[in-house]
């Protein structure tokens, strides 16, 4: 299974982007799917999750009302949508998949397979 993310970018506060995320090898609809993002020097973080049926999303206080996260099965993809972008979402952004797990949505642990990364920079 990989992961291919994209779709960062440099943007004024303010400003919009949509990630994306294909998925190639597996059954797509099988995978929850999940975002986090890394800034320098931080751990990483949880930002989005949603379930294989897109009936159930997830989001971290600090994008709720900004981000809303889907999916489209028949593309194998998963997207992000970011919103009121803050210098403070400065970060490289990285999707992962996850079959099964009985640890918490938010947790890195939860999810199996992780792309690459995309960065995302805003500007003041």
């Known amino acids: 299974v990989q992961l291919q993310a994209c779709g960062g970018g440099l943007v004024q506060a303010g400003g919009s982007l949509r990630l994306s995320c294909a998925v190639s090898?597996?059954?797509?609809?099988?995978?929850?799917m999940g975002w986090f993002r890394q800034a320098p020097g931080k751990e990483r973080e949880f930002v989005a999750h949603?379930?294989?049926?897109?009936?159930?999303?997830y989001y971290a206080d600090s994008v709720k009302g900004r981000f809303t996260i889907s999916r489209d099965n028949a593309k194998r993809t998963v997207y992000l949508q970011m919103n009121s972008l803050k210098p403070e979402d400065t970060a490289a952004y990285y999707c992962?998949?996850?079959?099964?797990?009985?640890?918490?949505?938010?947790?890195?642990?939860?999810?199996?397979?992780w792309g690459q990364g995309t960065q995302v920079t805003v500007s003041s």
């Open positions: 992962a998949a996850g079959l099964a797990s009985s640890r918490s949505y938010d947790d890195p642990l939860h999810y199996n397979y």
């Open positions: 090898g597996g059954t797509f609809s099988w995978y929850f």
């Open positions: 949603i379930s294989r049926t897109t009936s159930t999303t």
